[in-house]
């Protein structure tokens, strides 16, 4: 059984930083791209980051430059570091896998939402405020 289980949100104010962990279970994640989508009141879901099974990573551009994602192989878990956080950034957060080509491109697609995941996680708040 396929689970992706999110940890680390909650409230934290602008300009400080955000670590968010997904612990994954039932699949390779050598075969998966593992990434962070987010959804903020009223918006559509937006692709955050993605790291393949390869080890590659990929970012869009609201976070690119203050964000940094790994993975943590003898946990199975990915992580999300979002530095100079703003009130934007408000979201909930979701982790979500793909089974795609362990190739660049694909996590660009993923991102860019232009191609879909196969499993979610539940989903964790993060508020950006003072």
């Known amino acids: 059984q396929v689970q992706l289980v999110e940890s680390g949100g909650g409230l934290v104010q602008p300009g400080g930083s955000l670590r968010l962990s997904c612990v994954t279970s039932?699949?390779?994640?050598?075969?998966?791209?593992t990434c962070w989508v987010r959804q903020a009141p009223g918006k559509e879901r937006e692709g955050v980051s993605c790291?393949?099974?390869?080890?590659?990573?990929y970012y869009a551009e609201s976070v690119k430059r203050r964000s940094i994602m790994t993975r943590d192989s003898a946990k199975s878990a990915v992580l999300l570091r979002v530095d100079d956080l703003k009130p934007e950034d408000t979201a909930i957060y979701y982790c979500?896998?793909?089974?795609?080509?362990?190739?660049?491109?694909?996590?660009?697609?993923?991102?860019?939402?232009?191609?879909?995941?196969?499993?979610w996680g539940q989903g964790i708040q993060v508020t950006v405020s003072s």
């Open positions: 979500a896998a793909a089974r795609v080509p362990p190739a660049f491109l694909w996590l660009e697609k993923l991102v860019r939402g232009e191609h879909d995941y196969d499993y």
């Open positions: 039932g699949f390779s994640p050598e075969k998966y791209a």
């Open positions: 790291f393949g099974g390869t080890g590659d990573t």
